[in-house]
């Protein structure tokens, strides 16, 4: 497997595992979490899902992913989200058990569109986590790209189901962070360029430089140096970004990370899964607990269309 390869089921059997680990204790808040901590992959709770069951945040980015075996085409990307939907399309057990409300609306106005240019929501309270969650395929695919091209593209997927440019610029801090960890920089490092690469198309354009101030505590540096009680973990997509960062730079392995990110709380299986896509670029797949990976529901299927999905994209 070449080292492309062995990045993308690093990354993306990260994501997944960070989402199982959530998916049992979604919506419990962080004094529960406190006094319960998370320390393994369990089963049941908030779904009665067994160990190792994900959500819709893999279910899309497997989505995602297997589209593009045939090449980039946000229309079809948009079905396979339809397919999963309305008959359970790559999910852990053929069950789709959580669906976001402004994915659902999205992807609902999509089947009558059939246009994914107009099916996401532009509203400014539209800004949950939904596209930032399933995004991180496209690192792989856009590494070589000049960054307009990349950024077009990471804009057109977002906005099949998230289309305000808060929730687009979200997704690109996040693919320009990956790219420079699967381009083998430090967390730190990777956190400077993502920061340059935000600050600069931010300059291109007048409503995204008046985004800027909603990527505050990002920008300024030093996130990792908040207080936990200043971060939050809900679905807003800049707290779910905030958190995944704090986690990633307040950590030391991809366990440690994914397990910090479910005890903050709330959207747990998001955060985890945002954050574990990361921390598993940035420590390895030979890094992820063995035991949660042969736990993970579908592993086999998953490795499978990592493969495919590196060989489509060389």
Not at 13 to 28: C, H, R, Y
Not at 42 to 48: D, L, M, S
Not at 56 to 66: E, N
Not at 141 to 159: D, K
């Amino acid at each position: 497997m070449d080292n492309i390869g062995i990045k993308i089921n690093a990354g993306i059997l990260g994501l997944a595992i960070g989402d199982a680990l959530g998916v049992p204790v979604e919506f419990k808040n962080r004094s529960y979490l406190k006094a319960n901590p998370v320390i393994d992959m369990i089963g049941y709770g908030t779904y009665g899902q067994p160990a190792g069951t994900w959500s819709d945040d893999s279910s899309l980015t497997f989505c995602l992913m297997q589209s593009m075996l045939n090449g980039y085409n946000p229309t079809h990307i948009a079905k396979l989200f339809l397919r999963w939907k309305n008959d359970a399309y790559w999910t852990a057990h053929d069950e789709c058990f959580d669906i976001g409300i402004t994915t659902a609306d999205a992807i609902n106005l999509f089947s009558k569109t059939k246009n994914p240019k107009t099916s996401g929501n532009i509203g400014e309270n539209s800004n949950g986590n939904g596209s930032l969650m399933r995004i991180l395929p496209l690192a792989f695919y856009t590494i070589n790209m000049h960054v307009a091209e990349r950024f077009q593209i990471i804009n057109e997927v977002s906005s099949i189901t998230h289309a305000h440019i808060r929730s687009v610029l979200a997704c690109y801090y996040y693919i320009e962070f990956a790219i420079a960890l699967i381009n083998g920089k430090n967390k730190f490092d990777a956190y400077k360029i993502a920061n340059k690469k935000l600050q600069e198309i931010s300059e291109t354009n007048a409503t995204y430089k008046k985004e800027k101030v909603h990527f505050y505590h990002i920008l300024a540096g030093d996130i990792n140096k908040l207080p936990e009680d200043e971060i939050e973990s809900s679905g807003y997509v800049i707290h779910s970004l905030e958190a995944s960062m704090w986690c990633l730079l307040n950590s030391n392995s991809y366990k440690e990370t994914v397990l910090k990110a479910v005890n903050l709380g709330s959207d747990t299986d998001t955060t985890a899964a945002i954050v574990g896509g990361l921390a598993g670029l940035l420590y390895g797949y030979k890094n992820i607990p063995t035991m949660w990976i042969e736990k993970l529901a579908r592993k086999e299927d998953i490795l499978h269309l990592c493969k495919a999905y590196d060989h489509s994209i060389q």
